[in-house]
């Protein structure tokens, strides 16, 4: 089963910055789109970002210009690199693995990141 851990959320001012890790097992994380989703309350989840296994990105519009994805595929692991942090921002942040050759759609537990005004 398809295991998926992110970490390095937190609260933040806004301007700040964080990087979220989310490692992975048990998967041919090389092969796989890697992506960063978010949940605030009440509303429905969107997606961050995600890196294919070709590198291609694809950010939501909100981030564009203040997120950045990347991937270690020696490490199974990809980060999320947030800058110019707004209240706006504040969610649960869940990583996402996908490869529908291998029938795999896996989410972590997510990580909450709080920005304050």
């Known amino acids: 089963q398809v295991q998926l851990v992110e970490s390095g959320g937190g609260l933040v001012q806004a301007g700040g910055s964080l990087r979220l890790s989310c490692a992975a097992s048990?998967?041919?994380?090389?092969?796989?789109?890697m992506g960063w989703y978010r949940q605030a309350p009440g509303k429905q989840r969107e997606l961050v970002a995600f890196i294919t296994p070709g590198g291609t990105i694809n950010y939501g519009d909100s981030v564009k210009g203040r997120f950045t994805v990347s991937r270690d595929n020696a490490k199974n692991t990809v980060y999320l690199q947030m800058d110019s942090l707004k209240p706006e921002d504040t969610a649960v942040y869940y990583c996402?693995?996908?490869?529908?050759?291998?029938?795999?759609?896996?989410w972590g537990q997510g990580t909450q990141v709080t920005v304050s005004s």
């Open positions: 048990r998967i041919n994380f090389s092969i796989s789109r």
């Open positions: 996402n693995a996908l490869n529908v050759l291998l029938r795999i759609d896996s």
